[in-house]
């Protein structure tokens, strides 16, 4: 089997009768979605929709169907390698975090540092994880920093990558089919976030906008890159109309906080983790990404379109079987990323009285994978945080 993940493996050995199901394992193992008119009619990242038929027909688990989620977002990565088995502690503090039995279970926090502490025991340990919660009222515009961890450190976004990307798209009116941005960012269609990043270059604004003399994106080693991308079975390749689109980015984002250490390489966050250099990595912060959804919040009529193009539980897309407690608490719309062994989400969660933004990112992941990423830390932070502000709305009603 080689290289060929477990995962894969057991799909395939499995009672599994609908041949859609084993020519994606197929094309995945070989790495060759090519020229077949199967693969071009039932197969790559526009397959989501037949693949959610199919769990609401019961011929595929909800499990099965976010493999494929994540085998899709990565480029095909998640089945070539998997992440490191040992949990690895950077001091005792973290261990002692770890080990601690007395802190308060999921939605049990009653205070702001009962959260902190839930929080950061999600994900000591199991590779460099950073994330950031903020609370936006919706009655007087407060603002209130819920939790946060490694907020401002780098880390790959894998596909939340696809923010920046579309945001800037959306904003600057050059990705001209608008419904386009729906299956761009719910499927997280790679191609696609390229071809949206080189079309910001055609803005009249940036049209002439220079590549400054001194970036990091003048480096021959970015122009011609290219990192294969399985699903859609071929390779995205980092030409001189993606960096320009990439210094475009820097400059539009230049304000944001944490701007500085924002490092673009493409518009759609793939890598390829096992030959990439650290300068063919995008790089963001988790604050970067909450500073960049608060800014789309603050526009109410730009952030009641663009929310819509996002996955949602219980909709279309990438999030379509996922949290299925929390989605009745909250409404939620985030974008999805996943990398061989890097796992994200960063969104929006609407309550009754305010919204909650957020960014999570487990990057360089050791003791789990990245579906136990999403199942386990991720999850769960983003419906502990639901939990703590629906309990505190709960007793500002009750108040009045």
Not at 72 to 95: H, K, W, Y
Not at 163 to 181: E, K, P, R
Not at 209 to 218: H, N, T, V
Not at 283 to 304: C, G, H, M, W
């Amino acid at each position: 089997m080689g290289n060929i993940s477990l995962k894969l493996w057991m799909i395939w050995r499995a009672p599994v009768k609908n041949t859609i199901l084993k020519f994606l394992v197929i094309c995945l193992m070989t790495q060759s979605y090519g020229a077949n008119s199967f693969a071009q009619d039932y197969a790559g990242p526009l397959d989501l929709d037949k693949l959610q038929t199919m769990v609401d027909s019961g011929q595929l688990s909800d499990d099965q169907y976010n493999n494929y989620v994540d085998l899709i977002e990565s480029g095909g990565e998640t089945a070539l390698m998997q992440p490191s088995t040992e949990r690895v502690f950077e001091n005792d503090i973290d261990a002692a975090l770890a080990a601690d039995e007395g802190i308060k279970d999921i939605g049990a926090a009653t205070n702001i540092d009962e959260l902190q502490k839930f929080s950061d025991k999600q994900v000591v340990g199991y590779g460099d994880w950073g994330f950031q919660f903020i609370y936006i009222s919706k009655v007087d515009g407060s603002r209130k920093v819920l939790s946060s961890r490694n907020a401002n450190n780098p880390v790959r976004p894998a596909s939340t990558m696809k923010l920046f990307t579309t945001n800037l798209a959306y904003d600057l009116g050059t990705y001209t089919n608008v419904s386009n941005l729906s299956t761009l960012l719910q499927h997280s269609r790679n191609g696609m976030a390229d071809q949206a990043l080189k079309s910001t270059t055609t803005a009249l604004q940036f049209k002439n906008f220079p590549i400054p003399s001194d970036s990091y994106l003048k480096s021959p080693s970015l122009l011609g890159y290219k990192m294969y991308d399985s699903t859609e079975g071929k390779s995205q390749i980092i030409d001189a109309t993606i960096l320009k689109g990439c210094a475009i980015m820097k400059e539009a984002y230049k304000n944001l906080e944490d701007s500085s250490k924002f490092h673009p390489v493409n518009g759609s966050g793939m890598q390829a983790t096992e030959k990439d250099s650290v300068l063919q990595e995008n790089k963001v912060t988790p604050r970067l990404e909450t500073a960049l959804l608060e800014r789309i919040l603050s526009n109410k009529k730009k952030y009641d379109t663009y929310k819509t193009f996002l996955p949602t539980p219980g909709g279309v897309g990438t999030l379509s079987v996922r949290f299925k407690s929390g989605r009745k608490l909250a409404k939620i719309y985030a974008k999805t990323g996943t990398l061989g062994n890097t796992k994200a989400l960063a969104g929006f969660a609407e309550t009754d009285r305010g919204t909650i933004v957020f960014s999570v990112i487990g990057d360089r992941l050791k003791g789990m994978g990245v579906e136990a990423a999403m199942k386990g830390p991720i999850e769960n932070l983003v419906f502990a945080h639901i939990q703590y502000i629906k309990t505190q709305e709960a007793k500002a009603s009750a108040k009045n």
